[in-house]
């Protein structure tokens, strides 16, 4: 027989801590609001609770042993080990995830975590992906 095992314990301890600062800060806000405004109030939380990360992060491209600065920003680089990309849309698409995992390519950096605050439940706005 298969025991069941709880969401919340699924992922890795680093998403688990930052999955929690966002439903925090969902909890507080709601839907609705610009992207811009949750990374502001995901950072304060991630600070609070003590998770080193870094926002915005540069993210150059490597093409033929040269790196070009393109323009690409993390919105959330989570210990060295965590990308976080923050959308607020009315649902997340194929190409939100092609861009994380892009990043994440780019980065050298395992797991990412995608999250829509534009759904009604974070939860259900949360994607992890792995590479």
């Known amino acids: 027989m298969m025991q069941r095992v709880p969401k919340r ?4 301890p680093l998403s688990n801590r930052v999955i929690g600062c966002a439903l925090e800060v969902h909890r507080g806000l709601g839907p609705g609001l610009l992207e811009s405004t949750y990374e502001q109030c995901l ?3 991630l ?6 990360f870094k926002m915005q992060w540069p993210l150059p ?7 070009l600065d393109c323009g690409y920003r993390i919105d ?3 210990d060295g080990k965590l990308i976080v990309e923050l959308k607020s849309v009315d649902q997340l698409l194929g190409i ?5 995992l892009t990043y ?3 980065a050298e950096v395992k797991i990412g975590l995608l999250m829509n605050f534009n759904a009604e439940l ?3 706005g949360i994607k992890r992906l792995v590479l």
């Open 9 to 12: 314990i699924r992922f890795d």
């Open 43 to 45: 950072a304060h939380e």
């Open 47 to 52: 600070s609070l609770a003590d998770i080193p």
């Open 61 to 67: 491209v490597k093409y033929k042993e040269v790196s």
């Open 76 to 78: 959330f680089l989570v």
């Open 96 to 100: 939100h995830e092609a861009q994380l």
């Open 104 to 106: 994440m390519k780019l």
């Open 122 to 124: 974070l939860r259900d």
